[in-house]
């Protein structure tokens, strides 16, 4: 099983629609956890962190369970500049140094 | 504020030839990385520095040396380069110290091996 897994889409969705993405992890002992936004030959970029209590930034909303491993994101109102990859991220300490795992990522397009 | 500098963007080399990717961050990072993307495919950590003066090896270490230089620069270099290599090469920095930090990311190297 790899350490994190994301659904790869792609997600086709219209402009306005509400769109949910789930990431598994398998580490137990992960201390935390992050979304990322890639955009097409760009660098990956920090979109969010994700806190225990789930949190909220403007039409985006994290959330974590830990009891089931799984962290969300939830985007609302959609727009034609959400259409990016969505990189799942989890870091966790091992000995002297933080291990981070990127998810393999999930497609948005977002539809005029 | 530059935060994390790549160079060169661009580089196409031939089979055999060797070249060494520079990194450069200004945040007082501790730890840095370097990531090869394949087209379609997700991010896999090639080595890491946890520290200055010290090196690991990632997922896909095989055909590549690091080193760090100071706690700045973390430079990735293809001592003999083979088309399997050919990606886009991108350094990352975050603040060991506190783990609920993220890592930044540099803009890319993309490399071309003919």
């Known amino acids: 099983r790899k350490e994190v897994e994301q659904d790869p889409g792609p997600f086709n969705v219209p402009e306005g629609a509400t769109v949910a993405f789930n990431c598994t992890y398998s580490?137990?002992?992960?201390?935390?956890f992050f979304w990322y936004r890639q955009d097409c030959r760009k660098e990956p970029k920090l979109l969010m962190s994700v806190y225990s209590s789930g949190n909220e930034d403007g039409r985006f909303t994290a959330q974590l369970n830990r009891a089931s491993q799984y962290i969300s994101l939830l985007i609302r109102d959609s727009k034609l500049s959400d259409s990016a990859t969505y990189l799942c991220v989890v870091n966790s300490k091992k000995t002297s140094y933080d291990k981070v795992i990127f998810g393999p990522g999930t497609s948005l397009s977002v539809i005029p | 504020n530059a935060g994390v500098t790549q160079t060169p963007k661009f580089q196409v080399l031939k089979t055999g030839q060797s070249m060494t990717l520079q990194c450069a961050q200004d945040?007082?990072?501790?730890?840095m990385y370097w990531y090869r993307q394949d087209p379609g495919m997700g991010l896999r950590l090639i080595y890491y520095?946890?520290?200055?003066?010290?090196?690991d090896k990632g997922e896909v270490p095989n055909g590549y040396n690091v080193s760090r230089l100071n706690k700045r620069e973390f430079s990735l270099r293809l001592e003999s380069a083979a088309p399997s290599q050919t990606s886009v090469y991108f350094c990352?920095?975050?603040?060991?110290?506190?783990?609920?930090?993220?890592?930044?990311f540099g803009d890319g190297t993309r490399l071309s091996i003919l």
């Open positions: 990352a920095s975050t603040d060991q110290s506190n783990s609920n930090q993220p890592q930044h």
């Open positions: 580490n137990s002992a992960s201390q935390s």
């Open positions: 520095s946890a520290s200055e003066g010290t090196t």
């Open positions: 945040m007082n990072h501790n730890s």
